[in-house]
């Protein structure tokens, strides 16, 4: 199983991005899907998950400006970040975890919000 997350990029505080994660399976493979992040000298924290029967959850730090989501014709899920904060510079990870509890990371796309 591979996960190609892409999306990311330099934006200034305020703006837009979607990050997307293309999974090289059916994404209905997996109990939930994720999003991670770390920030420099950072550890790696949870964002948000999305179950394969479309829950969402989101941490306190991004509910109200992050949206995740998933679609199965596409075998992918999405994260789309609005009013962007400098704070938000991390590389991002997407992450799928499946019946079997294992786990697939994807590679990482770096976002920096500038000031």
């Known amino acids: 199983v591979q996960l190609q997350a892409s999306g990311g990029g330099l934006v200034q505080a305020g703006e837009s991005l979607r990050l997307s994660c293309v999974a090289s399976v059916g994404i209905n493979s997996f109990n939930y899907m994720a999003w991670y992040r770390q920030a420099p000298g950072k550890a790696r924290e949870l964002l948000a998950t999305i179950t394969v029967g479309g829950k969402e959850m989101y941490v306190n730090a991004v509910k109200g400006r992050f949206t995740i989501a998933r679609d199965v014709a596409e075998n992918a899920a999405f994260l789309d970040m609005t009013t962007l904060k400098p704070e938000d510079t991390a590389v991002y990870y997407c992450?799928?975890?499946?019946?079997?509890?294992?786990?697939?990371w994807g590679q990482g796309t770096l976002v920096t919000v500038s000031s």
């Open positions: 992450n799928a975890h499946n019946s079997e509890l294992e786990d697939y």
